[in-house]
């Protein structure tokens, strides 16, 4: 019987959920120490025991009272639910049956020789044979499971949503589930601190981007092509307080290492008489004009078009253009000989997209400098700064931390997204070595933290370091206007049709909306789904322009699926369904003709480049 079980859980996960499949037969388990003894059949039940603690896994004598328990925990309206802990899969069977409203149930089981055990023991495959989505986040790193977590999250927004663990995985899972939780809040902030960033950010950018156009660049591919040839570290130099205690030995490593300074770090190394091989900005802000009463001209620029429009106006020296993953008017209007260009992704920070950017070149080795991610000594920047501004740690904003030594110190939600980001990147490239030679600060899971003595130690010297800098000069005679007349001509043109799909769009929501406030009292499917297709009809129009699908829509995504949201009703048709998806068309074309208006305010930029 035993067998039997066994094989037709994995056959059925075998063609049903593959993942679960491949992990059951890999057989690694995160938790090699924890001992799992069954000690009954019917119900199904065990011993789970680690170095420090031993339990049962469930109520020897009061399971339906405890099941009963623990289903009371659970909210009557909640829709998506978080599980820590599969047990025997009796507490899901309970669930299914006890709260019906729940749509989605995702399972973090980390250990991998108890789910065996129960597979062996029980047929499981009922649970998922349900009208309702159930995923076993199973043996996965805690760092993964979060991630798989709150990207879930994210896209559920609107969802009521709760998390529920079970009491003996609490005792067993200590570390694993308070990790995972604690990283999981993380990168859910992360996530919004992105979508408050894009909203207040968008107009910005915008205008930076048309007034950008004017200028003269180089393609960032031909500074990323001699890159990848060298067989050195890169260093990326931040500008955190930590950044005082080893910024100049740098001056020792010019040779040996490919140094990159990014954001306010610019001006620290100018003021310190320090040089990097090449200067990282995109920050749109006029504070990203770090670049006042500096040298310019020797050491070139890498750069978003992003970036405030003075920098590039006023800087000398040789400028690399780079297109980020969520530069859409850059890519709009890119020549199509440059479209298949290394995309880089944009990150909270300079520095994130730097990382990014040398683990896609394919540094083997990357050290991180004045990355402290919280505010040592009660600063924020190291000496050299133009500004480091007092502040008032009272306020909710700050939160605190142990740092690398176990002191501790405030860091703020902005700096926990950075280092989250650093995180992912660091396990998307796990050929890249990194290490955080801060000397300071909170710790970067997966950067091994180092002196930069030590980190820098048997370095030798590397001749192409110098050429590089030969061929960046030589590269002066290469710059060029990236003017893309067609392109151009192509957005005013683009432009106008949305203005006139758009408008249209208006006058129709204007002719319904007596209809949706006062006359709308008995609603069939019929006016619905003729309502719904009306709407579809116009963003299928929207979606046939460039300019929209490549620029607008994306750009506008995040704020109009937190208006959706807003709006969103789930219930059965009626008039309530209709209007919902009323106000939220209304507010999504709102939103369209604001940054269209901005976008024809800002064509003047575009009509004098020859």
């Known amino acids: 019987m035993k067998k039997n079980y066994l094989n037709k859980n994995t056959s059925f996960f075998k063609v049903n959920a593959p993942f679960i499949y491949e992990t059951i037969k890999d057989n690694k388990s995160l938790y090699s120490n924890v001992k799992i003894s069954k000690i009954n059949q019917n119900p199904l039940n065990f011993i789970i025991q680690n170095t420090h603690s031993h339990c049962y896994l469930n109520s020897l ?47 973090i089981e980390p250990c991998l020789q108890l789910f065996r055990q129960v597979i062996e023991n029980r047929d499981i495959t009922g649970i998922f044979k349900k ?56 990168l859910i902030s992360s996530r919004m601190v992105n979508l408050t960033t894009n909203s207040e950010t968008l107009h910005r950018y915008a205008i930076n981007v048309m007034k950008n156009q004017k200028c003269n660049y180089l393609e960032a591919e031909l500074i990323f092509k001699e890159l990848k040839k060298l067989n050195c570290p890169a260093i990326i130099v931040s500008a955190g307080p930590s950044l005082n205690k080893n910024m100049n030995q740098l001056l020792e490593y010019k040779s040996k290492a490919f140094i990159v300074a990014v954001g306010t770090a610019i001006r620290i190394l100018h003021e310190n008489g320090i040089e990097p091989h090449l ?55 890119c020549p199509n000989e440059y479209i298949c260009q290394m995309r880089t992704r944009s990150g909270y920070s300079v520095a994130n997209t730097t990382h990014d950017l040398l683990s896609q070149i394919g540094f083997k080795n990357i050290i991180l400098m004045g990355q402290d991610l919280c ?25 605190k931390e142990q740092n690398i030594y176990g002191e501790e110190v405030y860091t703020s939600v902005g700096f926990v997204s950075m280092r989250s980001l650093f995180e992912v990147t660091i396990q998307e490239y796990p050929e890249t070595k990194v290490i955080n030679a801060t000397e300071g600060g909170i710790s970067i899971y997966g950067a091994e933290n180092m002196t930069l003595t030590e980190a820098t130690a048997n370095l030798e010297k590397v001749e192409y370091l110098s050429q ?27 432009l106008e049709l949305i203005f006139l799909i758009n408008n249209q769009r208006i006058d129709y929501l204007k002719s319904v909306s007596e209809y ?95």
């Open 131 to 186: 009208d309702i989505s159930i995923t076993i986040v199973l043996n996965q790193d805690r760092h993964v499971a979060s991630q798989f977590v709150s990207h879930l999250i994210s896209q559920n927004r609107q969802m009521k949503i709760q998390y529920l663990a079970h009491t003996t995985y609490l005792t067993i899972f200590e570390d694993y589930y308070e990790d995972f939780m604690k990283h999981t809040r993380n």
């Open 468 to 494: 590089i800098e030969n061929h960046v000069n030589n590269e002066q005679e290469n710059i060029k206007n990236k003017s893309n007349i067609s392109n151009y001509i192509k957005f005013f043109r683009e």
């Open 375 to 399: 505010y040592t000594k009660d600063k924020l920047y190291a000496d050299g700064a133009l500004e480091n501004q007092t502040l008032n740690f009272s306020e909710n904003i700050y939160s």
């Open 279 to 333: 200067r990282v900005a995109m920050d749109g802000f006029p504070s990203e004009t770090i670049f006042k009463d500096i040298d310019t001209e020797r050491i070139p620029l890498l750069y978003s078009e992003k970036i405030h429009w003075e920098v590039l106006e006023n800087y000398k020296g040789p400028k690399y253009r780079m297109i980020h993953d969520v530069d859409y008017l850059s890519q709009y209007f």
């Open 61 to 107: 004598q009061h399971m339906d009272m405890q099941m009963k328990k623990r289903i009371n925990q659970i909210d009557d309206d909640v829709e998506l639910l978080i599980v820590f802990g599969f047990e025997c899969g009796y507490f899901s069977e309970k669930i299914l049956s006890e709260r019906p409203l729940v749509r989605h149930i995702i399972i």
């Open 516 to 610: 949706v406030d006062e006359k709308l009292i008995a609603v069939n499917i019929h006016d619905f789904q003729s309502f719904e297709n009306k709407l579809h009809s116009f963003n299928e129009e929207m979606n046939s322009i460039d300019l929209y699908k490549v620029v607008i829509n994306p750009s506008l995504s995040g704020m109009i699926s937190n208006l959706y949201d807003f709006y969103s009703y789930n219930g059965v048709v009626s008039k309530k369904k209709i209007e919902s998806l009323y106000n939220s068309v209304l507010a999504e074309t709102t939103e369209i003709q604001r940054f269209a208006f901005l976008l024809n305010e800002l064509k003047g930029e575009l009509e004098n480049i020859k």
